[in-house]
Every structure is written in C-alpha cells, then in structure tokens.
C-alpha cells in the first residue's frame, strides 16, 4: 500500500508513534489509510451540513476495515460573494482547493480518497487536486437544494432572487413581494436547486464515472442521501484494499470520461462554466482538449432536458424523480454509437454502458425524448470570430428563439460595478449589447461572474432585445443572450479592449459566430491608441494569481512554469 511509506519499517517508529498520538493502535497499521476531503464550512447553504456526512463517512469506513483520515479545504458561496469584490476570490478558490488536496494526500502518502464537495468551484477544484495524486477516489457531494415556492406554489430559486432585483428596481414588485422571494427562495441545505455550476459539475461526475448514480440529484439532507454516502465510503475502502493502479483516478477520467461529461452537459444545458472547468480538469488528467470539440459533440446530441434557469419550473429534483443522469445518458446513446463511450470504466467497477442498460425516462415531460427534443442540437455553444479568435461561450439553451442570431450597438463598460450602475441607470436601451470586459483572469483578477447585470437585464424587461459579452464568465443561474470567457481577453490585448460604443456587434449561436463589424484599418488605428484599463488590486494572492493565470480558453489553469 502507498501508505506504507508512512507505517512499515522499524525506521518508521517515529512516525508509527506520531499517528498513534491520533488514537491508531496496532491492528490501524495494516489497514488502508483513506483521506476524506471535506468542504465543510458554516456560511455556504450546501456545505453546513458537511461535517455530519463526514463523521458518517467516517463510521462506514471504520466499519469496511479503513482508517479514516478527515481533512478539510476551503469553500466560496459565488452568490453571496457575487457582485460585490468577493468575487474576485470565487474562481482563484479552485486552485488553493486543488493545491490542498495534493499537499494532504501526497504529504501523508494515503492511500485512497473520497471527496465531499458540493458547490461552485469547489467540485472542480477537488477533482483536479484528486487526479494530481492519482490514488482511487470517489466524489459525493452534499445534494441539490429543494426547489422554494411563493404562496401561491409557484417554483421558484436563487435565480428568481436576482431576477426580482431587477424588477423591483423597475417598480414591478413590491417589497412584499421581495421579502417572500428572498425568504423561500432557498428553502433548505444543499447546491443551489437549478442546473447551476454546482449541480452541473455534480452531475458531471456521473458522467465521468468518479460518482455514485444519484450524486447530482438525489436531495441534500434525506435518507436517500445518507444512503448514497454510506455507500461510497464502504465502496473507497473496497478499492483501496484491491491496491490496484487500474481503480487510479486518472485510469477513470480519461479523454473518454471528458467527452462523456460533455455530452450530458449538451443534453442537460448546463452551466456555462462547464466549460472552464472541464478544459482545467482536462489538463490535470494529462492531456489537452481542444475546445472546438465541443461544437462538434453540439451537433450530435439533442437537449433533452431543460432546468432552471432555462425552465423555472423544472429543478433537480424532478430530474431525479424523472429517472435522473442515467436515464439522460441512455437516451442520448439511442442516437448512434458515437455519441457516449459506452465501454469507459466507472468507479464502481462497471462500464458506464453496463450502469444506464436499466435506466428508462419516467417522467418525458422532464427528461424529454430525442425525437421530442428541445433543441436537435446541445445546450452549450462555443462562438468565434474576430472578437473571439480563442472561443467564447453561450448557455444557448438559455436564449430565447429571437436571440439566437443578433446584431446590435456596442455599450462599453470596463468592469462589472461600472455595468451594474449603468444598467440600473437606464443606460441600456433595447438593441445594445453590453460589453463587460477587463473581467477575464487576469484582469479582473479572478473572472468575476456576471449573474447581477444579467439578471437586471432580465428583471427590467430587456432578456429579448439586450445581449451581453464579457471576458469575464457566469453564474450557472444566468439565462439569456450572455456570451462569455471572451478570449483573448481584454488585459491580454484581445479584441474586445478595442470595441467602442456604438460599434456593431453580431453574434449567431446557431454558426458559432461572434464578430465586431468594424473595418480592419480602423481597429488598426484603435490598437495604436489604446490605454489598456487596469483593475487596482491590493491582494497579493490576486497579484500573484495574475500573473500565472491563462485565459479561459485554457481553463484559466495557473502556469507552472514562467
């Protein structure tokens, strides 16, 4: 076992004696040891319960023969910490979260991992820190947030928060009717109840066979749940005692594995920082993936299942009770043999075809047939042009019909609160598209999310006649024409630093189009001229950051060499 590096040897009394310190006894030293990576922390609604699965997860693994290990990392709420200078901190947390994970693991030599993450950067962070040890690991995360409901049952969810901003902002709602949004919108414990990040990524890693079935629907704080956790900690301990490399993390999300998330991500219409995230995870398993692949798995799988934001009266829950990720993944396999690996290993030790053979829709009103489809295509959209020579992004399963091809005038705003003051002010008018730049990973620092001036937009009535671009990314609540992770980005001297108000932009989801359309010799001119923006920073974790960050067509991964 790896953990005999740390247990076995007379030269390793000093270190026997130090666990035995932790309460060890004798027959511990022939056991697997197993770190159990807890997100636990008091102020995020899917992790405050975090602790109580970890002593669960403990108990089972003392009961399968392992010693258990808990440690913790750190976590960021993007919804509390959004729209404000906290955010600057959101995506940065991803590698402090998968640098933790590799110091704990690799210092200590344990032998396996299981990983109870549960939202935003958090899932991805521990997923890349996890393949850079490369011991078996198995994720279950916390579980999705119920759906909230106003009095007269109207589903709603976090996403419905922001929204009403906006249109009380407008005078549409009364304070009443704020406060009653505001206090039932999150109704329990658990990952925000829409097909936001958290739920995304959650449901990716069934995908990728790294999670249980049910890890990204079955509802947070339930028996069902604590079911789901007993049994992947007995199921750790299985792999650990095995000691063999073929249950490694990197020997299960493999390529194969990445192109399998992003079919479901297709089908599902997840959030827009699936991307990022995936092209991170990517290079962490050793190789890189190309992102206009992603258009290319677009054009063979339907989206077959639409939830909030892009439906709000859909939420995971239904998802789950409709027959959940396995019935999505058999469904899209119908298509032709192309489209899922059926033959990739899982962590429970069958193939991803062996696990959905039984799955069936229960529900086709939630997961809906391809022939029923929402859209023959998927619900995600990598766009290029002269404004995004590396790609950009679109939650095209968000965007109303009459969106999907635009044309519209440039309004210029060079940072998120400088966007928020404008667009309350009455600044957009229907026809505009918004461009936030110096957001990005390096200027932010940080990538700021955009769900505030996206769901103004939305909320003031303008989700129809208003586009919005930015360098920076967004929340997996946003909805609508919003175009994201613009690269190059602005403060690496990319396109979008250049456009002025009034300019045209295009963009056509449907082509992969996004282009400014304004004469070469004119940019030219432009170019010579420019005053990049510079975002004052004073953190020197955020200094540091940029200067090591790519863009977000690399998955804003960090550089490791200069």
């Not at 910490?81 to 995506?91: K, Q, T, W």
């Not at 829950?317 to 990720?325: P, T």
């Not at 975002?535 to 804003?556: D, F, I, M, Q």
Request: aromatic share 4%.
């Amino acid at each position: 076992m790896r953990s005999d590096t740390i247990k076995k040897g007379f030269d390793k009394a000093p270190h026997r004696s130090l666990l035995r310190a932790t309460g060890l006894k004798d027959e511990d030293f022939d056991k697997p040891f197993i770190g159990i990576a807890n997100s636990y922390i008091d102020i995020i609604p899917g992790h405050f319960f975090l602790h109580e699965y970890g002593e669960i997860v403990k108990e089972a693994i003392r009961e399968a023969g392992g010693v258990p290990f808990v440690f913790n990392t750190i976590g960021v709420d993007d919804g509390i910490a959004m729209g404000h200078s906290g955010m600057l901190y959101s995506l940065p947390s991803r590698e402090l979260i998968a640098d933790s994970i590799e110091t704990v693991m690799n210092a200590h030599q344990l032998d396996a991992m299981i990983c109870i993450p549960n939202c935003d950067k958090i899932v991805p962070g521990m997923i890349m820190g996890a393949l850079r040890v490369n011991v078996p690991t198995i994720f279950v995360s916390g579980g999705p947030m119920k759906a909230g409901h106003k009095k007269d049952g109207t589903p709603i969810d976090l996403a419905t928060a922001f929204e009403a901003v906006g249109q009380h902002a407008e005078g549409k709602m009364s304070d009443e009717e704020l406060y009653e949004i505001e206090c039932e919108a999150c109704p329990s414990g658990g990952s925000c109840s829409g097909m936001f990040t958290a739920n995304s990524m959650n449901t990716l890693c069934e995908a990728m066979g790294i999670a249980l079935t049910g890890n990204g629907t079955i509802l947070a704080m339930t028996p069902e749940r604590i079911e789901l956790v007993k049994t992947a900690a007995k199921r750790i301990v299985e792999l650990a005692k095995e000691d063999n490399e073929k249950n490694n993390i990197r020997n299960i999300l493999n390529e194969k594995a990445v192109h399998n998330a992003f079919v479901v991500d297709m089908a599902m219409g997840g959030s827009s920082n699936t991307v990022l995230h995936m092209l991170a995870i990517a290079r962490e398993a050793g190789f890189n993936y190309d992102i206009r692949d992603i258009n290319k798995i677009s054009e063979k799988v339907a989206h077959i299942a639409k939830i909030s934001p892009s439906l709000t009266t859909v939420h995971m829950e239904d998802v789950g009770r409709a027959g959940g990720v396995d019935a999505v993944m058999k469904e899209v396999s119908k298509r032709g043999n192309d489209i899922l690996y059926l033959d990739n290993m899982t962590i429970t030790g069958e193939t991803i075809g062996e696990r959905i053979a039984n799955a069936d829709i229960k529900d086709t009103e939630i997961i809906h047939t391809n022939e029923n489809a929402y859209s023959q295509v998927g619900g995600l959209s990598i766009l290029f042009g002269n404004l995004s020579e590396e790609g950009a992004v679109v939650k095209s399963a968000g965007i109303m019909p009459s969106m999907r091809q635009f044309k519209g005038t440039a309004i210029c705003y060079n940072s998120q609160p400088e966007a928020i003051k404008g667009i309350m002010a009455h600044e957009v008018k229907a026809g505009n598209i918004v461009v936030i730049r110096y957001e990005g990973p390096k200027g932010g620092p940080g990538m700021q999310e955009m769900l505030a001036p996206t769901a103004l937009i939305q909320g003031m009535g303008l989700g129809e006649s208003v586009a919005l671009i930015t360098d920076g990314r967004f929340s997996g609540a946003t909805k609508g024409a919003s175009i994201g992770h613009v690269s190059p980005e602005a403060a690496e001297g990319g396109l979008i630093a250049l456009v002025e108000n009034g300019d045209e932009i295009e963009l056509d989801v449907d082509t992969h189009l996004l282009q400014l359309n304004v004469a070469e010799d004119v940019i030219a001119e432009r170019r010579k001229t420019l005053k990049p923006y510079k975002n004052e920073v004073t953190s020197s974790w955020l200094k540091r950051y940029s200067l090591l960050v790519s863009n977000a067509s690399n998955g804003a991964i960090l550089k490791t060499e200069l």
